[in-house]
Antibody
Framework: QVQLQESGPGLVKPSETLSLTCTVS????????WTWIRQPPGKGLEWIGYIYYSGSTNYNFPLKSRVIMSVDTSKNQFSLKLSSVTAADTAVYYC?????????WGQGILVTVSS | EIVLTQSPGTLSLSPGERATLSCRAS???????LAWYQQKPGQAPRLLIY???SRAIGIPDRFSGSGSGTDVTLTISRLEPEDFAMYYCQQYGSSPYTFGQGTKLEIK
């Protein structure tokens, strides 16, 4: 059974960089696409982008200038960096498997942007 | 970007009843690249349907998807208590992938 687990700081200061890692267990990160999705408190889902295990990426255009995704196949992990954060970036961040629809999800991690 | 509009916003039904949830796209979604997810409070979404009508692994057959182009529907044939949740549609026919705003299925 594939499992995903997000990790990283739950509190980030405005203008700083949000950094999260997703660890994949129960399966290989190879030959799959891996996605980040976020959900502001009480609101809907927003696709942030995906990374292929080989490193190719596709980001949501409004976030493109602030997002960097990376993958570490040796650790079965992939990561998200979102720079210059504001309060509008406060959300539960999910990692998920898939580059189209998403069949396995992490439990999510709440990241709050506040000074 | 393709905007997905789900209706109704809230659906109040009783266990045993049939639920019909709609999702309309602002433009045709290529190859019926549409998915449905269920989300319960405090949990991650769960994939129910992909390619508009294919059930994901482990999803009961009371869940079915239909439609194509700009209009798709999720039908739950006989509601079980555990089916009361939030439901989202998602298109992956063109980037950026987008989600509908959700339909809340609540117990009447």
């Amino acid at each position: 059974q594939v499992q995903l687990q997000e990790s990283g700081p739950g509190l980030v200061k405005p203008s700083e960089t949000l950094s999260l890692t997703c660890t994949v267990s129960g399966g290989s990160i190879n030959s799959h696409y891996w996605t980040w999705i976020r959900q502001p408190p009480g609101k809907g889902l927003e696709w942030i982008g995906y990374i292929y295990y080989s490193g190719s990426t596709n980001y949501n255009f409004p976030l493109k200038s602030r997002v960097i995704m990376s993958v570490d196949t040796s650790k079965n992990q992939f990561s998200l960096k979102l720079s210059s954060v504001t309060a509008a970036d406060t959300a539960v961040y999910y990692c998920a498997r898939g580059g189209a629809f998403f069949d396995y999800w992490g439990q999510g991690i709440l990241v709050t942007v506040s000074s | 970007e393709i905007v997905l509009t789900q209706s109704p916003g809230t659906l109040s039904l009783s266990p045993g009843e049939r639920a019909t949830l709609s999702c309309r796209a602002s433009q045709s979604v290529s190859s019926s690249y549409l998915a449905w997810y269920q989300q319960k409070p405090g949990q991650a979404p769960r994939l129910l349907i992909y390619s508009a009508s294919s059930r994901a692994i482990g999803i009961p057959d009371r869940f079915s998807g239909s439609g194509s182009g700009t209009d798709v529907t999720l039908t739950i044939s006989r509601l079980e208590p555990e089916d009361f949740a939030m439901y989202y549609c998602q298109q992956y026919g063109s980037s950026p992938y987008t989600f509908g705003q959700g339909t809340k299925l609540e117990i009447k």
